[in-house]
Nanobody, 113 residues
């Protein structure tokens, strides 16, 4: 099982980024996928969740209305579109499959002027 996150970087407040996570080693369409983030000195927190079948989504209150999770089951990739970014969104972002004990290396997102 492998997850490879990409798309992070430095962005000014109010800007946008789109994260991607390429997954392999398991039946991608059969699993819900999640994005988590971890800021320095803080615990890892769940940001967004998307089911494997219906595509239903859930978001942390802190990102609701600004972030959108989506998936492409053919490409075995999950995305996180992040808009109206705030300095408090600065963190390393990770993707994972719900109920699988594997993580990628993460991608750093820094929101700063």
């Amino acid at each position: 099982v492998r997850f490879v996150e990409s798309g992070g970087g430095l962005v000014q407040p109010g800007g946008s980024l789109r994260l991607s996570c390429a997954a392999s080693g398991f039946t991608f369409s059969g699993y819900a996928m999640r994005w988590y983030r971890q800021a320095p000195g803080k615990e890892r927190e769940l940001v967004a969740h998307i089911s494997g079948t219906t595509g239903s989504t859930n978001y942390a209150d802190s990102v609701k209305g600004r972030f959108t999770i989506s998936r492409d089951n053919v490409k075995k990739t999950v995305y996180l579109q992040m808009n109206i970014l705030k300095p408090e969104d600065t963190a390393v972002y990770y993707c994972t499959a719900f109920a699988l004990p594997y993580w990628g290396q993460g991608t750093q997102v820094t929101v700063s002027s």
